[in-house]
Structures are given as structure tokens and as C-alpha cells.
């Protein structure tokens, strides 16, 4: 997650040594996946004069983590535990969710699946400030990673647009009302987590106040969305019953 940070940063014109996949600038094929027919150099075109070599896939691997420690953007050297890495493994996890729940979605031609993806976009912004800490953020740094009010109000926005198509809310919902929904109740979970590992950074100053901010509307957004799916879809959301002693 956090070399996939630094290389969004990278792309908006902050240059810093970043992993063997981050110095080109260029992901790799999927393991196991040879590259298609026609794409491949004939040794020929690689033989021949005057033509330049044909550029090699970075590789996936650096084996730089192998002793348990990884390096923030900012070139630190931390253990893997660190509370750094935990917000940035939980990020990447949230949004692996969220592509889940948009893929169900997309199934059933909700047209909030954009919001969704741009939902994605965002944790990848989340991400690279969480991966520059500022105690040891140079300027250019802070400028390149900082993290606006302006998503955090595009989510109150959205979210307060689909709750006044809802029904009121009487009963605790429990995570159902069919597939879309209960992925996005998941998503809505994991945020939660998300949310909870970024605190305490944003409380010891080494990560953007409105990042936690975003995460913390970010649920209640999928909370509401979950809703609206399971509503749309005609699913029937279950709810908590006390059980009899």
C-alpha cells in the first residue's frame, strides 16, 4: 500500500527514491501472466541494429522487507508493526472491500458505483499521507501528501442526499439486504477499523486531522449506501431481536 501511495505522490511531481516497482514508474504483469501475443520483442527486433532495448518489467519483489522492517516515503526505517504500516494495511484493505462492493453493485446497475470508485481514488490520497508522517515530512513533502476538508464535505453531500430517500430508521439494522448490500456493510466495518489505527497518528501529529475526519464520514457513508442498495434491489434488511431468556 505504501509504495502505491509513494507513486501517487510521485505523480504529482515529488521525486524520491521509492521501491524497484516505484523508481520506473510502471507496475508489473500479474504473477503467472505471460504478457499477450504480439506484445512480446521477436529477437529479431531485439537484434536489430539501431533499435533500443526493450524496456524489462520492474520487478514485484525487493527483499528489502525480509529483516520485518519497510521505509515510509519520507525514507524512514520502521518494523512492519509499526502503527504506521497498520493504518496503511488497513487502507488498502478498506478499499479491497469497497472494489468487492462495487463489483456486486455494478452488478445490479447501481449508479453509485462511481462514487465508489472515486471513494478508491481517495484512500490512495488517504494513503500517502498516512505514509509521510510529519515529524520527519520535509516541506515539499507536506505540500505534495496534504489532505483537504473538501472530500470530507463531498461525503456529508452524498450521504445527505440518499438518507432523505430512505425510511426512517426504527431498529438496529444487521449487515443483510442481499449481496451489495451486506459487501458494503463489510466495507463500513473495515472503515471503522481503518479509522481507528489513523487516531492515534492524527493525535500524535503524523498524520492529517482530515484524514481520520474522512474516514469517519466515510462509514456513515457506506452505512447509508448499504441502505440504499438493499432498498433499490427490493432486499429486506434484517434486524436485531432480542433473544427470549
Not at 17 to 42: T, W
Not at 111 to 129: P, R, Y
Not at 145 to 174: G, M
Not at 192 to 213: F, T, W
Request: net charge positive.
Amino acid at each position: 500500500m505504501w509504495r502505491r501511495a509513494a507513486l501517487a505522490i510521485a505523480g504529482r511531481g515529488l521525486r524520491e527514491p521509492l521501491g524497484a516497482a516505484g523508481r520506473r514508474g510502471r507496475s508489473a504483469p500479474p504473477h503467472g501472466v505471460s504478457p499477450p501475443h504480439g506484445l512480446c520483442p521477436r529477437s529479431s527486433d531485439r537484434d536489430a541494429p539501431g533499435r533500443d532495448p526493450p524496456a524489462r518489467s520492474p520487478r514485484i519483489y525487493t527483499r528489502t522487507g525480509d529483516s520485518g522492517f519497510s521505509s515510509t516515503f519520507t525514507g524512514e526505517r520502521r518494523p512492519k508493526g509499526d502503527r504506521i504500516f497498520e493504518a496503511l494495511g488497513a487502507t488498502d484493505e478498506l478499499s479491497s472491500a469497497i472494489g468487492l462492493a462495487g463489483e456486486f453493485s455494478s452488478e445490479k446497475g447501481h449508479t453509485f458505483v462511481g462514487q465508489l470508485h472515486k471513494v478508491q481514488c481517495m484512500l490512495q490520497d488517504v494513503g500517502s499521507n498516512l505514509a509521510t508522517p510529519l515529524s520527519s515530512a520535509r516541506e515539499a513533502h507536506r505540500k505534495r501528501t496534504s489532505f483537504s476538508e473538501k472530500p470530507v464535505l463531498e461525503l456529508e453531500q452524498w450521504i445527505d442526499s440518499y438518507s432523505e430517500q430512505l425510511p426512517p430508521l426504527r431498529a438496529f439494522i444487521l449487515p443483510s439486504g442481499g449481496r451489495s448490500s451486506a459487501a458494503l456493510h463489510f466495507s463500513r466495518a473495515v472503515c471503522r477499523r481503518a479509522e481507528r489505527c489513523v487516531v492515534p497518528l492524527v493525535q500524535a501529529g503524523e498524520a492529517d486531522p482530515n484524514v481520520a475526519k474522512y474516514l469517519n464520514r466515510l462509514s456513515d457513508y457506506l452505512f447509508v449506501l448499504a441502505r440504499y442498495a438493499a432498498m433499490k434491489e427490493g432486499k429486506e434488511e434484517k434486524i436485531y431481536i432480542k433473544p427470549e431468556p
